[in-house]
């Protein structure tokens, strides 16, 4: 699927994490600047989750320097406390940046896995934390 493809899904509401090939049991960021989208997707329960969250950091500052507008997917199969931090962490960043007046968006979607009620539960106690758009969808 090609940006332009990518990009009609995601103003007709179909997740862009459908058409984002990754190994679930991998925890994969990518950063795909033409659609103002950061995605983040599989297990962020690796040692290594930290320094994709801190790249993540880095995307989202460079994306909201040059930018209006940042989408972020999320499809996290199974996360850890670290994670958690650092989420917290992206979602204060965002905050600030809604509050400067950005448009922000997160869309968080659960796997329909034995685990999916505890990420849509972590999602909601997420989106509660923020002041912008967190629409929370189960696949």
Not at 52 to 64: G, P, R
Request: glycine share 4%.
């Amino acid at each position: 699927m090609n940006a332009q493809e990518i990009t009609q899904n995601c103003q007709e509401g179909t997740s862009p994490l459908r058409v984002v090939k990754s190994d679930l049991k991998v925890f994969t960021v990518r950063y795909l600047e033409s659609l103002n989208l950061i995605t983040a997707v599989g297990w962020s329960i690796t040692d290594d989750a930290w320094i994709k969250y801190c790249q993540m950091m880095a995307d989202i500052e460079l994306h909201l320097k040059r930018n209006e507008e940042l989408k972020v997917y999320f499809k996290l199969e199974l996360m850890n406390t670290s994670s958690a931090k650092y989420l917290f962490k992206v979602l204060q960043r965002l905050n600030e940046a809604h509050a400067s007046g950005k448009d922000v968006k997160i869309y968080w979607s659960c796997a329909s896995a034995d685990y999916s009620r505890e990420m849509v539960e972590t999602g909601l106690d997420m989106a509660g934390m923020c002041d912008f758009s967190f629409q929370i969808t189960e696949a």
